[in-house]
């Protein structure tokens, strides 16, 4: 059975970090494309982050640029998602997805973990 578990969300100040975790199980980890996704308050699902088989390949989109870091343990299963200088507009539910921002298909897998960022 394929699972994906978000942690690492929470309550952050604007300007502040966190740093979310998706644990992987019951699939080949190292030979999927993954993506992180973001569903906030009212709106619909957004493409944030990717990163290939190695790590080696990443894409961000232009809000996150520069702040966010999107990262991978093969061996330990792990995709990571380090994210600095967080802005109230980043509030939203983060999500681990198979596939990269063409290949996605849409799928939630997880039931992601919250990041709230407020004064």
């Known amino acids: 059975e394929v699972q994906l578990v978000e942690s690492g969300g929470g309550l952050v100040q604007p300007g502040g970090s966190l740093r979310l975790s998706c644990a992987a199980s019951g699939l080949t980890f190292s030979r999927n494309d993954m993506s992180w996704v973001r569903q906030a308050p009212g709106k619909g699902l957004e493409w944030v982050s990717d990163i290939n088989t190695s790590g080696g390949t990443t894409s961000y989109d232009d809000s996150v640029k520069g702040r966010f870091t999107i990262s991978r343990d093969n061996a330990k299963n792990t995709l990571f998602l380090q994210m600095n200088s967080l802005k109230p507009e980043d509030t939203a539910v983060y999500y681990c997805?198979?596939?990269?921002?063409?290949?996605?298909?849409?799928?939630?897998w997880g039931k992601g973990t919250l990041v709230t960022v407020s004064s």
């Open positions: 997805v198979f596939g990269t921002r063409s290949t996605w298909s849409g799928k939630i």
